[in-house]
């Protein structure tokens, strides 16, 4: 399994961009890059996934450079309701369980 | 839909008994899984189970066991606990596309043991 590298925490404003960066210098041809959020007290809930160059959906935006050893997760205009910790995962395409590890993640805490 | 619920939210128990967490999708999902999550600390997957019938080991399996009952259920049971299994554990589902990399997750079962 591709480990995964990222800040332990990240403090932001309101209304500003967050750029979390992920390094995963081991990963895998067949390797996909997801994004995960948690809150306290709750489950972790998918925010995006991409392979290659970049990905966009009405939450965030991940960039994925031409040797993916890296990847960005990109939220647009924070508010206070995205603190939270963010997760990066690498893994493979197939249906088996054990290729999500979830590190450490980064916790954001916004402020207003 | 509900998702994915699980049962129960909170339970103590005393060092060597025994329980089983409940969970249950309604998504149509083939592959569930448990992790434990350590205070502070990211989620470790415990066993999961790709398909009905069928269920493997994860990172952290020991002490514990799972049944996968149906599509829709996959329980997980701690059969003498230790104060070492005092964690909070979160079933999860992903669907039938194979893309497991979207995981659906439960609220969680907080378990203290003492």
């Known amino acids: 399994l591709a480990k995964t590298t990222q800040p332990i925490s990240m403090d932001s404003y309101e209304g500003q961009e967050v750029n979390i960066t992920c390094s995963h210098n081991?990963?895998?041809?067949?390797?996909?890059i997801t994004w995960y959020q948690q809150f306290p007290s709750q489950g972790p809930r998918f925010i995006i996934q991409?392979?290659?160059t970049k990905v966009t959906n009405e939450v965030a935006s991940l960039f994925i450079p031409a040797d993916r050893k890296s990847s960005t997760l990109s939220l647009p205009r924070v508010s206070l309701s995205d603190t939270a910790v963010y997760y990066c995962?690498?893994?493979?395409?197939?249906?088996?369980?054990?290729?999500?590890?979830f590190g450490g993640g980064t916790r954001l805490m916004v402020k207003p | 839909n509900a998702g994915v619920t699980q049962t129960p939210k909170f339970q103590v128990l005393k060092t060597g008994q025994s329980m089983t967490l409940q969970c249950a999708q309604d998504?149509?999902?083939?592959?569930m899984y448990w992790y434990r999550q350590d205070p502070g600390m990211g989620l470790r997957l415990i066993y999961y189970?790709?398909?009905?019938?069928?269920?493997d080991k994860g990172e952290v399996p020991n002490g514990y066991n799972v049944s996968r009952l149906n599509k829709r259920e996959f329980s997980l049971r701690l059969e003498s606990a230790a104060p070492s299994q005092t964690s909070v554990y979160f079933c999860?589902?992903?669907?039938?596309?194979?893309?497991?990399?979207?995981?659906?997750f439960g609220p969680g079962t907080r378990l203290t043991v003492t």
């Open positions: 991409g392979y290659k």
């Open positions: 995962l690498v893994g493979g395409p197939n249906n088996a369980g054990n290729m999500l590890t």
């Open positions: 189970s790709a398909s009905e019938g069928t269920t």
């Open positions: 998504m149509n999902h083939n592959s």
């Open positions: 999860a589902s992903s669907g039938v596309a194979g893309n497991s990399y979207e995981q659906y």
């Open positions: 081991n990963i895998a041809t067949n390797d996909y």
